[in-house]
């Protein structure tokens, strides 16, 4: 860990050392963040604790960005390289009428197959590219587009999946008063879905999966902070509570199969 750390902080320090020598930039070195994941476990410390260590480190000039952070679990443990960890570099830049960015996000386990993801923005229209690949290989392209069609606001994601070599669209129109529908199409099944506002807070959310010929309906509270809703289907009921600080997940089988209950909670400092 500590020669990957060594290798950001000397590629983000070099960057930032560039851009002050250049001419005046806005260098932030951000504070370190340790967070600690209280979750569900067997009572060992391992699967009951979640604790991380993050770093960040940013710098700017004029429309130019770049940014860098790692992540490590902060376990107690005698090897330190057996800890899992990922880290990333990301920078933006305008150039014309488009907004470019790029985001490159490394695992420890698989640092020579990096996470890109490439988006370009054309901010007259809002229209965004965005491109993801993995080790070189592509994942995915999808197009984002939005306008107006009769009082409706419409959106269009249409796209292309390289890993099953498909096209996929999604596709949504908000038609005011909070109601709108959406769908999702790829290559193994089209979801339709409709939501539907009781009050400010509430809202119904009826969907149905064509090929598949699934029905489900959630039911959805807005929180201070936060979320709660409970998700219907044949199998079973799932109820997700998370109030910005604790999530909770809860499924319910209607065939008296094992219920499931996951709890966590995280804490910065």
Known sequence: FFFIFKDIMRFTSTLCLALVVGAQANVNIGRPSFTVNVKNGSGDLKSSLSPT???????????FKAGAGVKVSALPTSDVSSLPQSFWLAASQKVGRFKTACH???????????????VATDEPTGTVLKSV?????????VLTT???????QVVLKPGWDFGS??????AGASVGSGLAVGADVDSDDATLEVTYPLSDADAV???Y?????????????????GKIGATFDREGVDVRWNDGEWLCDVKLPYDGGRSEVKMSRGVKW
Request: hydrophobic share 35%; net charge positive; proline share 4%.
């Open 53 to 63: 260590l993050s770093q960040t480190l940013s710098a700017s000039y004029s429309d």
């Open 104 to 118: 490159a996000a490394f695992s420890a386990g698989d640092a020579s197959r990096p996470k890109i993801t490439v």
């Open 133 to 141: 690949s993995k080790g070189g290989d592509m994942e995915s392209l």
């Open 146 to 152: 939005a306008f107006d069609a009769g009082g409706a």
């Open 165 to 170: 070599r498909s096209p996929c669209l999604q």
């Open 205 to 207: 959310k009826p969907s």
């Open 209 to 225: 999966a064509v090929k598949s010929r699934r029905l489900r309906v959630a039911l959805t509270r807005e929180l201070e902070g």
